[in-house]
């Protein structure tokens, strides 16, 4: 009796799961059923190209852009009376025009070394103390790091800097 009670709860529980299945299973519509049956061939069907429909999409989305994301987060502790009080972790991606992303990252070590002095920096005159995910502050930052990845870069291939992830650890 005791090796047979977990098996009739085994398949009570399993019939439950199965009916509540059946029973919560959303209504079939006739609009959201296919009009075309699977033997239907593809040459009966309509084409729809894609450029057709770029015409009308803005210029953003037409002279699109690729994000090259940097390939190891930035670690900038927080010194304060000599003594590491924090750190900071940024992971930072740089918008480029399509086909760009190689050459951001033949200079990605340039580029570390000067986002990390620019960090660097924004720790130093308190950048990241108190409410240093404030719209304003960060605006400040993009700012500083957009116009190194531009001296770095060029202004033509380096167009913007995207904080992706920004956290903060106290000790």
Known sequence: MKKLLPLVLLFIGLGAGVGAGIFMRPERSEDLTSTTSPTQ??????EVE?????????????????????????????IASDKVTALVVLALSIEV????????????????????????????????????????????LRTALKEIAQRDLGKEIATDVLIIEIARQDY
């Open 41 to 46: 061939n593809a040459s009966d069907l309509e």
């Open 97 to 140: 025009p399509e086909g760009k992303t190689d050459l951001v990252y033949l200079r990605e070590p340039k580029l570390r070394d000067s986002f990390l002095q620019v960090l660097f920096d924004h720790a130093n005159v308190g950048g990241f103390e108190g409410n240093f995910t404030d719209a304003s502050a960060l605006r400040k």
């Open 50 to 78: 894609i450029g057709d429909h770029l015409s009308d999409a803005p210029d953003t989305v037409r002279n699109s852009n690729e994000y090259a994301k940097l390939n190891n987060q930035f670690v900038i502790p927080i």
